[in-house]
């Protein structure tokens, strides 16, 4: 039998004192906000720096994604080191698909190494989706065994295979949740079992339509998992009705009302962009509302300069910017 069959005990208590900036953030209480830095198809670094630069005024940690879609680009743990070399706070992505338990333990351990604190737990998406459809699929973990063996590395100091650890890594736990995936009467049940294998935070599927996301609140306040774990709700801009008709009949996971379509389509051309965002900060508004909400998550993507814009227009700031001016000053000293 390996650690991940046997019971964590019941005695261990996650730590007083905090760890990331971004668990600092949240554990004060304040409403936090992350963005998505979509890694790019290149091997300079600086293709990283310039698209984190636009978030890092407003964000509390950027998630680097891991081969999202099913497609290749630079890896996570790549742009993350790059990231935290800067100054930045990155959220490393780990996917299920491509790695089995030893590659992703030792990769675990080698982001910590290199200052990352913040891992985002997730199975990942097939790869017939993607740009490599013949690719092997791996899925040795999916996400909740992915969450305990991190929680298992953290908390026991112990690989899988119960071999120690000389110096166990410091990670703040993150997963997705989907409420809008059906069955939604039963997704606070998915989220109660990611909570139990160790997520701290969630960062959600985008959200378009708020009565459902209010429901799955409501279901998940019942059984008191707001009070267990720090909720980042998703959110992205739409560019037009076309762009949202390609999300919900293209992206697995994305639902979109047609109230949204319609609001979109009846919009003049030239001011479609800035409906798309004008949307997006209403939804935030109305989400910051919602008891057990302690943040939001942006999606936009290859639009990293309009998070700002949403951030701002929702009114969030200037409450973010510290971290932002950090990870600024910080880039400016690897340049000289």
Excluded: W
């Amino acid at each position: 039998m390996t650690y991940l069959n046997r019971p964590l005990p019941d005695r261990y208590q996650r730590p007083l004192y905090p760890n990331s900036r971004l668990e600092r953030v949240l554990r004060s209480g304040r409403f936090a906000v992350t963005a998505e830095l979509n890694a790019p198809d290149s091997a300079d670094p600086e293709d990283v720096y310039r698209n984190a630069l636009a978030l890092a005024e407003v964000c509390d940690g950027i998630n680097a994604t891991d081969g999202s879609g099913a497609n290749c680009h630079m890896s996570s743990i790549g742009c993350c080191a790059l990231l935290a070399r800067a100054g930045y706070e990155p959220i490393l992505q780990v996917s299920c698909r491509d790695r089995n338990r030893i590659a992703i333990q030792g990769d675990l351990l080698g982001a910590a190494a290199l200052g990352i604190q913040n891992v985002l737990c997730l199975t990942g998406d097939d790869v017939s989706v993607g740009d490599h459809p013949e690719a092997k699929r791996v899925f040795d973990f999916d996400a909740l065994h992915l969450l305990r063996t991190a929680k298992i590395m953290r908390d026991r100091g112990v690989f899988l295979s119960g071999r120690k650890l000389t110096t166990a890594p410091r990670f703040f736990l993150g997963a997705a949740a989907n409420p809008f995936a059906p069955p939604q009467a039963l997704r606070h049940l998915r989220l109660a079992k990611k909570i139990e294998a160790g997520a701290d935070f969630i960062q959600t599927q985008y959200c378009y339509d708020v009565p459902m996301f209010k429901a799955f609140m409501r279901r998940a306040r019942d059984l008191g998992l707001h009070e267990r774990v720090y909720i980042l709700v998703g959110v992205g801009p739409l560019r037009s009705e076309r762009a949202a008709e390609f999300m919900r009949t293209r992206v697995p996971g994305v639902h979109i009302p047609d109230a949204v379509v319609d609001r979109l389509a009846k919009t003049p051309k030239k001011q479609k962009r800035a409906e798309g965002i004008q949307i997006c900060v209403e939804i935030i508004e109305e989400a910051r509302q919602i008891e057990g909400v302690h943040g939001v998550h942006v999606m936009a993507y290859r639009q990293e300069e309009t998070v700002a814009e949403i951030i701002q227009r929702a009114g969030i700031l200037p409450r973010a910017s510290a971290g932002g001016r950090q990870g600024a000053r910080s880039r400016a000293r690897l340049q000289e």
